[in-house]
């Protein structure tokens, strides 16, 4: 069997930056067994699947270790793929996933994602995490996600994850997101998951979904931008919906190609 195969960096309009994620269409569903066995050989943090359905479009997110209910630079890999590469019709994309209809909508380059809002509430951070952390964070929130606020920016370039000890903690599917008010932006943030094949992913949409009320909140305005400041480092732009956000970014091809099953 020969599928196609497309990576692609996204919220970014640069190669090499940005997160990195592959797409591979589909006829008709694999066992997730095989699904999962493609993503681990990809060797990125997120594989998409997707069946064009006519009206929506089916899309499926695996890690190398498990299938998502949310991933946020695997849509907008995939809907750059759909749009830049196999010359999908139309503005405005609707996918059917874990998380619902998702919409995302395509304009001057840029892929507008409509996903759930998830407010984070005031939490305990576990100790294991706390052991973890080289830098303690002054406010605890958690969603999906544990949301970790620190004083400035420049605390969230200096902490450091003790990975022996964070991974003794399962969090499945949620992560630990680390943000700040951004020095030039609206809000920064990293993003990291415990027991996984990439201990801290590049860019990391599903987390804004968190991130975009509670900053919204905090600075009073609806439109924001955001940086995730890893190695490899993305732009986000925001918006606050009440129940949902829109999440934005920039995407691009960085290799198209095949691969073989028997």
């Known amino acids: 069997m020969q599928l196609e195969l497309y990576q692609i960096d996204s919220f970014t309009d640069k190669i090499f930056h940005g997160n990195p994620a592959c797409v591979v269409p589909l006829k008709e569903w694999l066992p997730d067994e095989i699904l999962l066995k493609i993503t681990r050989e990809n060797a990125v943090a997120e594989t998409a699947f997707f069946i064009d359905k006519g009206e929506t479009i089916h899309l499926r997110w695996f890690t190398p270790e498990i299938e998502m209910d949310l991933c946020g630079h695997a849509t907008l890999a995939a809907a750059h793929c759909l749009v830049s590469i196999l010359n999908y019709k139309g503005d405005q994309i609707t996918f059917e996933t874990k998380s619902g209809l998702l919409t995302v909508e395509v304009k001057d380059g840029m ?45 969230i370039k200096k902490v450091q994850i003790e990975r022996s000890i964070f991974d003794t903690i399962n969090l499945d599917p949620g992560g630990v997101v680390i943000t700040s008010v951004g020095s030039d932006c609206d809000f920064v943030s990293r993003y990291f998951t415990p027991q996984s094949t990439i201990l801290e992913d590049p860019v990391t949409g599903s987390a804004h979904c968190s991130l975009i009320p509670f900053w919204s909140s905090r600075l009073g305005k609806d439109t924001l931008f955001a940086r995730q400041i890893s190695e490899r480092g993305g732009e986000l732009y925001c918006e606050n919906k009440e129940q949902r956000v829109i999440v934005a970014g ?10 073989y099953i028997e």
């Open 111 to 155: 892929y507008y994602m409509d996903f759930p809002s998830r407010m984070p509430e005031v939490s305990t951070l576990p100790d294991i995490i706390v052991k973890s952390l080289n830098i303690q964070p002054k406010e605890v929130f958690q969603s999906r996600d544990y949301v970790l606020v620190y004083e400035s920016e420049e605390d």
């Open 250 to 259: 920039k995407a691009r091809t960085y290799s198209v190609g095949h691969i």
